[in-house]
């Protein structure tokens, strides 16, 4: 079975750091793009930043752009998110998402969610 | 970058309804569009791909239709278990963009 399990959430003061991590099983992690979205409480669906499978190329939305850093080791099957300079406005309940078709970096749905983790930025 | 917009905002409707909800780009994506469904407290799960392609495992009730900057979600008999806010999403290029969202609600 394909699962993603997101972990590293918490409470944390504005300015401050935190990782998340998403742990991947049942597929080939390698081989697909892994995305990050995040929700805001009572608001929709906010797409962060992608990564590659091979993991040369990276996108990021200009909200997190220079603060948060995906990345992933596709040696322990695992996608991370390093987020710095957080601020209250980064509270939310954080995904991870697989890309829906192999080898390809575009043009992908994402198929698979994690349940979430939950981050809180409050002093 | 490409902004989606979604309506209504929110939708009521009775059990056996057919019922649409639309959603267009900023610019031509072409069908390079996802729908997702996300019930109260869970994760967003896949419905349709490709504007059109229904995800395996997904009611054939649910259906997408549009290309180019016009899309739409079409459930042709609703169900008490479609409950949920709907999000279109577009991925034909970076960022990838949602739209803010259709709350479902059953009469």
């Known amino acids: 079975e394909v699962q993603l399990l997101e972990s590293g959430g918490g409470l944390v003061q504005p300015g401050g750091s935190l990782r998340l991590s998403c742990a991947a099983s049942?597929?080939?992690?390698?081989?697909?793009?892994m995305s990050w979205v995040r929700q805001a409480p009572g608001k929709g669906l906010e797409w962060l930043s992608a990564?590659?499978?091979?993991?040369?190329?990276?996108y990021y939305a200009d909200s997190v752009k220079g603060r948060f850093t995906i990345s992933r080791d596709n040696s322990k099957n695992t996608l991370y998110l390093q987020m710095n300079s957080l601020r209250v406005e980064d509270t939310a309940v954080y995904y991870c998402?697989?890309?829906?078709?192999?080898?390809?970096?575009?043009?992908?749905?994402?198929?698979?969610w994690g349940q979430g983790t939950t981050v809180t930025v409050s002093s | 970058d490409i902004q989606m917009t979604q309506s209504p905002s929110t939708l009521s409707a009775s059990a056996g309804d057919r019922v649409t909800i639309t959603c267009r780009a900023s610019?031509?994506?072409?069908?390079?569009l996802a729908w997702y469904q996300q019930k109260p407290g869970k994760a967003p799960k896949l419905l349709i791909y490709?504007?059109?392609s229904v995800e395996s495992g997904v009611p054939s009730r649910f259906s997408g239709s549009g290309s180019g900057t016009e899309f739409a979600l079409t459930i042709s008999s609703l169900q008490p278990d479609d409950l949920a806010t709907y999000y279109c999403?577009?991925?034909?290029?970076?960022?990838?963009?949602f739209g803010q969202g259709t709350k479902l609600e059953i009469k």
């Open positions: 998402a697989k890309s829906q078709v192999p080898q390809t970096y575009y043009y992908c749905a994402m198929d698979v």
């Open positions: 049942g597929f080939r992690f390698s081989s697909y793009a």
């Open positions: 990564k590659s499978g091979s993991g040369d190329s990276t």
């Open positions: 610019q031509s994506i072409s069908s390079w």
């Open positions: 490709k504007a059109s």
């Open positions: 999403q577009q991925y034909n290029s970076y960022p990838y963009s």
